[in-house]
């Protein structure tokens, strides 16, 4: 399976910051993988933020889950995540990546809030 994230460098404090997924290579439908997302702040380790099941069944970091949405389109073998209320601590690497027999991940993706 391979994943490309797509969606803007830059987002502007207190902003929704929206990242789409994209998938190739897999089902979406099918019990084979669970789709996450996965950030990285500057200089620091690798933080979950949620996940999405084959049955559209979610998982979100529970100090994220108020302002974090994890949603898919399958026909277009796409999930999205949503973070809203974006502030400064939110720039980092995002990841989205799915788990099967073994990890996969896309090529991860810059995003700065700042005004």
């Known amino acids: 399976v391979q994943l490309q994230e797509s969606g803007p460098g830059l987002v502007k404090p207190s902003q929704t910051l929206s990242l789409t997924c994209t998938v190739s290579?897999?089902?979406?439908?099918?019990?084979?993988?669970?789709w996450h997302w996965i950030r990285q702040p500057p200089g620091k380790g690798l933080e979950l933020m949620g996940a999405i099941g084959y049955c559209g069944d979610t998982y979100y970091r529970p100090y994220l889950k108020s302002r974090t949405s994890i949603y898919r389109d399958t026909s277009k073998k796409q999930f999205t995540l949503q973070v809203s209320s974006v502030t400064p601590e939110d720039t980092d690497v995002y990841y989205c990546v799915a788990y099967g027999s073994g990890w996969s991940w896309g090529q991860g993706t810059q995003v700065a809030v700042s005004s």
């Open positions: 290579g897999g089902s979406m439908t099918t019990n084979d993988y669970g």
